[in-house]
């Protein structure tokens, strides 16, 4: 079986694709750069005295291979030994569909974000508290808390244009009116007087 797994939440796909290796005591973990068609055939045909089936991972091999002059023929070695073996692509973006139908018989793993992230990203506003620990809290059950925390400070200049706060020192201090915290084993949001 060959499976890609990909998506915009690299921190959920990451996670599945180690928690996958991690499953198979006999998993062969292989660099993009150091995969060519030799040692996938010695990897394959070579050593087992049963055919065993053998586990292999490969990290980036679609974006960081995709120029190489050998890239058709390992995909299509790939494939043509995923029967009898199990291959797992992981990529640390979204690719593209050209890509992906590269690999016709692949089954294909997306991590995207939630719809309700970008609603939260959204919702930070001033006097938006309601809808903001409300969108927080579905946000939580299914995203990383991590990239929860990250997101709004990836993005904190367009949060601020868009809220048309007159300075960066203003939008900052209404940013920092509302602050994320965890409380035992429930998380809330807190808020934070203004300074």
């Known amino acids: 079986m060959l499976t890609i797994i990909h998506g915009s939440d690299t921190a959920l796909s990451r996670?599945?694709?180690?928690?996958?290796?991690?499953?198979?005591?006999?998993?062969?973990l292989i660099e993009a750069e150091k995969v060519d068609l030799t040692e996938l055939a010695q990897l394959f045909e070579g050593g087992g005295?049963?055919?065993?089936?053998?586990?292999?991972?490969?990290?980036?091999?679609?974006?960081k291979r995709k120029k190489s002059s050998d890239f058709k023929d390992i995909l299509t070695y790939l494939e043509k030994n995923a029967g009898e073996n199990t291959i797992f692509l992981w990529e640390g973006k979204e690719l593209e569909r050209g890509t992906l139908n590269a690999?016709?018989?692949?089954?294909?793993?997306?991590?995207?974000?939630?719809?309700?992230?970008?609603?939260?990203?959204?919702?930070?506003l001033p006097d938006n508290n309601k809808t903001l620990i409300k969108l927080f809290h579905q946000t939580i059950e299914t995203t990383e808390p991590e990239m929860i925390f990250f997101m709004p400070k990836s993005n904190?200049?367009?949060?601020?244009?868009?809220?048309?706060?007159?300075s960066k020192q203003g939008f900052l201090n209404q940013l920092t009116c509302?602050?994320?915290?965890?409380?035992?084993s429930k998380s809330r949001l807190v808020k934070k007087p203004a300074p």
């Open 15 to 28: 996670k599945y694709f180690l928690d996958e290796k991690q499953k198979l005591k006999d998993a062969i």
């Open 49 to 63: 005295l049963f055919g065993e089936t053998k586990y292999l991972f490969i990290e980036q091999l679609l974006t």
């Open 103 to 124: 690999l016709k018989k692949a089954v294909v793993r997306t991590f995207k974000f939630p719809q309700t992230l970008f609603q939260l990203l959204d919702a930070i």
């Open 156 to 166: 904190a200049y367009n949060l601020g244009k868009r809220a048309n706060w007159k």
């Open 178 to 184: 509302s602050i994320f915290t965890t409380n035992s």
